[in-house]
């Protein structure tokens, strides 16, 4: 497998419109695929872009993915994951989750939270490489918590 070098940044004016339309080129598709495409929502992923902190994975001036995460008191959580479809055999998705964990370890939180759609196994198996357990539910059923702990600094 592949990895690709990239650069993890904060999204900045002017990386809007490609940072949406990639979360929208990779979220509907999966809500197709769970047999419920209305669930597929611009307004709340054009929310959820204003009101979290979005970070961008940069190959060679490419957008290679986006992370878009949210703090809480002593948990960082990762609202959003996607990664460019011509770049998923890349590992972009691992790099954006161990940045995401320096982050949370370097901001003291206790935890790293991720919020993933019952039906994306492969953000499942991908955050479970990384030591995430799945929590009990309490979120809406077509969505699954997974939850690290992380080590106290």
Do not use: N
């Not at 690709?4 to 080129?25: A, H, T, Y």
């Amino acid at each position: 497998m592949t990895r690709l070098k990239v650069e993890i940044r904060p999204m900045r004016s002017g990386d809007e419109g490609q940072v949406f339309f990639l979360g929208e080129e990779t979220l509907r598709p999966l809500a197709a695929a769970a047999g419920h495409p209305e669930r597929f929502d611009e307004d709340r992923l054009l929310g959820l872009l204003g009101e979290a902190s979005v970070f961008v994975a940069e190959a060679d001036g490419e957008l290679a993915g986006f992370v878009a995460v949210e703090r809480e008191p002593e948990v960082v959580a990762v609202r959003c994951l996607c990664v460019s479809p011509a770049h998923e055999a890349e590992q972009v998705a691992h790099q954006l989750v161990e940045w995401v964990e320096g982050l949370a370890f370097s901001e003291r939180a206790a935890r790293l939270r991720a919020f993933v759609p019952a039906a994306d196994t492969r953000s499942r198996h991908l955050y479970e490489a990384h030591a995430f357990a799945a929590m009990p539910a309490g979120e809406p059923p077509e969505l699954v918590v997974l939850e690290k702990r992380l080590p106290e600094a």
